[in-house]
């Protein structure tokens, strides 16, 4: 079986909705600066973060000393650590870099996530972020709340209030 070709799509991140087509290399490496095979802007991937390679019969992704981490489908990587790449798969850079893997595969190929599979990861996922987001909304605005509260008590009972608001907390 011959090289498969690869291409990543950056879901997010600062070239988002633009795909990098690895097909003609068989090593890609992934950093911050113009060395790298692929270069993301980004303060928090390292200046030399990942390497992408056709090993054998299979892509793999491996960590190479990154400061904030490498994961391939939000489990975290070992570095040095190679790990085998499948169609769909999502991967993670530093803190917010995020690209699909799309391997054409042939026909005797191991299936990686299907297209089903994949788009219900996605709603999960997606369902997950939001219910984060919203609980932490919640919570700013309870602690905001309380703060004002406070700061409405502290100063209804100072001397220089006026009774109005003086009467209100009786």
């Known amino acids: 079986m011959g090289k498969l070709p690869l291409t990543l799509y950056m879901e997010r991140g ?6 990098f087509v690895c097909t003609n290399l068989k090593r890609v490496t992934i950093g911050r600066t113009r060395a790298s095979g692929y270069q993301i802007k980004d303060p928090t991937v390292s200046q030399k973060h990942a390497v992408i390679e056709w090993k054998g019969h299979r892509w ?30 999502m991967l993670r850079f530093g803190e917010d870099i995020k690209m699909r893997v799309m ?14 599979e994949w788009f219900e990861q996605e709603k999960t996922r997606i369902a997950r972020e939001l219910n984060a987001m919203a609980e932490e909304q919640i ?32």
């Open 103 to 116: 391997i054409e595969e042939e026909e005797e190929a191991i299936p990686g996530v299907s297209l089903d």
């Open 60 to 89: 793999t992704l491996v960590d190479v000393g990154s400061s904030n981490g490498t994961a391939l489908n939000e489990i975290s990587l070992q570095e040095g650590e190679p790990v085998e790449l499948k169609n769909g798969d």
């Open 14 to 19: 600062p070239l988002e909705g633009q795909s």
């Open 139 to 170: 919570l700013e605005m309870k602690e905001e709340t309380e703060h004002l509260k406070q700061a409405f008590i502290a100063y209804a009972l100072s001397p220089n209030s006026s009774s109005l608001y003086t009467s209100c907390l009786t």
